[in-house]
């Protein structure tokens, strides 16, 4: 049962233009929620995050969306840019507090590509 | 920021092996770490949560005697694979937790375990 899900593997834009990357998750518990870029054979680098008291949370050229009623979250990335390709992962805990039982549960990834 | 490396990079032996894999936080103290595997084209797989000086708690599903999580220090866990298979072949990721920014994991770079 896949509790985070990115239902697209993959995602090419435009540089200059919006980049728009989407998750769903299903586990009501969950209540703060990190987006990662990853490039290959390298760990991921945390991006962006929102706890779930907010609807939107921005940094520079990211920004993340979370609605509640709907399960969804999604990363906005403007003016896409060549170095923003990688692959992006969506996480969320339930323990938003950083408690005992904290633990991250990731999306499968989307790769996004810009072309110059 | 928060800087957590890996050891070794890669790491190629033979079936029947054991393999150490060192995570470190480099520049705070980890409280908690996680080992994570990533196969191709998949998303990270959390196998086991390390808290400093105790047993490790594995996810279902991961054979805790087939991988030794050892938490001795703040800033040092270690993933020993123990018996390697050709099936263990796979990206290892180690993350930790910051007591200052306790919602988020920095990842270590992982480690490439190839076993002939």
């Known amino acids: 049962d896949q509790q985070v899900k990115q239902n697209s593997p993959s995602l090419s834009v435009q540089e200059g233009r919006i980049s728009i990357l989407n998750c769903d998750y299903t586990n009501s518990m969950f209540d703060y929620f990190l987006w990662y870029k990853k490039y290959p054979a390298e760990g991921p680098t945390f991006l962006i995050s929102i706890s779930s008291i907010k609807d939107k949370n921005e940094d520079g050229r990211f920004t993340v969306f979370l609605n509640k009623s709907a399960k969804h979250l999604s990363l906005h990335i403007v003016p896409s840019q060549p170095g923003d390709s990688a692959v992006y992962f969506c996480?969320?805990?339930?323990?938003?507090?950083?408690?005992?039982?904290?633990?991250?549960?990731f999306g499968k990834g989307t790769l996004l590509t810009v072309n110059p | 920021g928060a800087v957590v490396s890996q050891h070794p990079s890669r790491v190629i032996c033979k079936s029947g092996t054991s393999v150490k894999i060192e995570c470190r936080s480099l520049?705070?103290?980890?409280?908690?770490m996680f080992w994570y595997r990533q196969f191709p084209k998949k998303s990270l797989m959390l196998m086991a949560t390390s808290n400093e000086g105790s047993k490790a708690t594995y996810e279902q599903g991961v054979e805790k005697d087939k991988f030794l999580i050892n938490h001795a220090s703040l800033t040092l866990s270690t993933l020993t694979v123990t018996s390697a298979h050709p099936e263990d072949s796979s990206f290892y990721i180690c993350?930790?937790?910051?007591?200052?920014?306790?919602?988020?994991?920095?990842f270590g770079p992982g480690t490439r375990l190839t076993v002939l």
């Open positions: 993350s930790a937790r910051d007591y200052r920014a306790p919602n988020e994991q920095f």
């Open positions: 996480a969320a805990t339930p323990e938003g507090s950083g408690g005992s039982n904290y633990k991250l549960t």
């Open positions: 520049d705070f103290q980890a409280t908690t």
